[in-house]
């Protein structure tokens, strides 16, 4: 079964801190991994994309690394802002019109 | 132009109208897309166009009618809708072919069916 799980569920860090998301997938055949930014009541925003041969991304602050081997990848952000608090939704897609897997997103809360 | 424009931005309606929810982009691209995301989901998948063509429905209800009139274009027909319809009903859109392609979303339209 096609599966992308987040975790953590939710997390608060004070600005200016770092913080790691992770994202574990069995979705197969897996074409690409993308990160994607949602703040409430709006449309998600791609953060970064990465295929197989890709080990890491970097966007900015955000730096995604990807482990095809063991379907694991993360989510890296730096010196975090007020405007980083936001859902950060892990999306696995399959090859065959771009049909994509959600997870169900890490909710971050970052503090002044 | 480089996204995905959706109107309107909030619609109410009660359970015996009929209303249309408008996607638009200018990006060429030729795969588009509907879901349907309740608060503090994950988007769920309700159909994708291909080329102009309906090649996934997710077995969504008839209450729900997708109509793709040309390739920048993609509407969504709702009638007799129910309460638990109400959700953030987004719109993408993700050019064919190429391993790098990502899907754009829209802003999305937030529903409420009284």
């Known amino acids: 079964k096609n599966q992308v799980e987040q975790s953590p569920q939710s997390l608060i860090i004070l600005e200016g801190k770092n913080c790691t998301l992770q994202?574990?997938?069995?979705?197969?055949?897996?074409?690409?991994l993308r990160w994607y930014k949602q703040d409430t009541g709006r449309g998600p925003v791609s953060l970064t994309i990465m295929t197989f041969s890709e080990n890491t991304k970097s966007n900015g602050r955000y730096t995604a690394t990807l482990d095809a081997d063991t379907k694991q990848s993360s989510l890296h952000i730096t010196a975090s802002q007020l405007s980083d608090s936001a859902s950060y939704i892990c999306v696995v897609s399959l090859s065959t019109l771009g049909r994509l897997y959600f997870g169900r997103g890490t909710q971050l809360t970052v503090w002044p | 132009d480089t996204e995905v424009t959706q109107t309107p931005k909030h619609l109410v309606m009660g359970m015996t109208n009929k209303k249309s929810l408008k996607c638009e982009q200018h990006?060429?691209?030729?795969?588009m897309y509907w879901y349907k995301q309740k608060a503090k989901k994950p988007p769920e998948l309700m159909f994708v166009y291909s080329y102009e063509k309906l090649s996934i429905n997710e077995s969504v209800p008839s209450r729900f009618s997708p109509e793709c009139p040309n390739s920048s274009l993609l509407n969504l027909h709702l009638h007799a809708l129910q309460p638990e319809d109400s959700a953030l009903y987004l719109c993408?859109?993700?050019?064919?072919?190429?391993?790098?392609?990502?899907?754009?979303f829209g802003p999305g339209t937030r529903l409420l069916v009284l």
């Open positions: 994202c574990n997938y069995t979705v197969s055949p897996f074409s690409n």
């Open positions: 993408a859109s993700r050019p064919v072919g190429g391993s790098q392609e990502t899907q754009y």
């Open positions: 990006m060429g691209h030729r795969a």
